[in-house]
């Protein structure tokens, strides 16, 4: 394959490595919400089960939904930050390669660098 090609193939690799980089960074913010909600609505439950705050249905029934929303959503949201992850690590293994078979190219000759540090 020709070096522009690889550079080009190269390219392509990094700007999807990014695109799945800044899709994983939000991913990793929905854990932390999910995480939130999760712990928040079972620290109502578990204040409202230990009468630190009185008994009314609809903060309980909030606290419930946060509860099980917080769990779904981190479920889920693992799950593919995972398989992101993964594919991020595919692509920068392929980028690694194909960079690998570019040849390079001697800017001078020795022959030239030698004349140099002799004048």
């Known amino acids: 394959m020709p070096d522009d090609d690889l550079r080009a193939e190269i390219a392509d690799l990094e700007d999807r490595i990014e695109h799945l980089a800044v899709s994983l960074h939000r991913s990793r913010k929905m854990l932390?919400?999910?995480?939130?909600?999760?712990?928040?609505?079972a620290a109502w439950i578990a204040a409202?089960?230990?009468?630190?705050?009185?008994?009314?249905?609809?903060?309980?029934?909030i606290a419930t939904?946060?509860?099980?929303?917080?769990?779904?959503?981190?479920?889920?949201?693992?799950?593919?930050?995972r398989q992101t992850a993964g594919e991020i690590h595919e692509l920068e293994?392929?980028?690694?390669?194909l960079i690998g078979d570019?040849?390079?190219r001697v800017v001078g000759s020795s022959s030239h660098a030698t004349s140099r540090r002799e004048t």
């Open 32 to 41: 932390v919400a999910a995480k939130a909600a999760l712990w928040l609505g």
């Open 48 to 61: 409202t089960l230990l009468h630190l705050v009185s008994f009314d249905p609809l903060p309980v029934l």
């Open 65 to 81: 939904t946060a509860v099980i929303g917080g769990i779904v959503l981190l479920g889920s949201t693992t799950t593919s930050a």
């Open 93 to 97: 293994t392929r980028r690694a390669r």
């Open 102 to 104: 570019i040849e390079l």
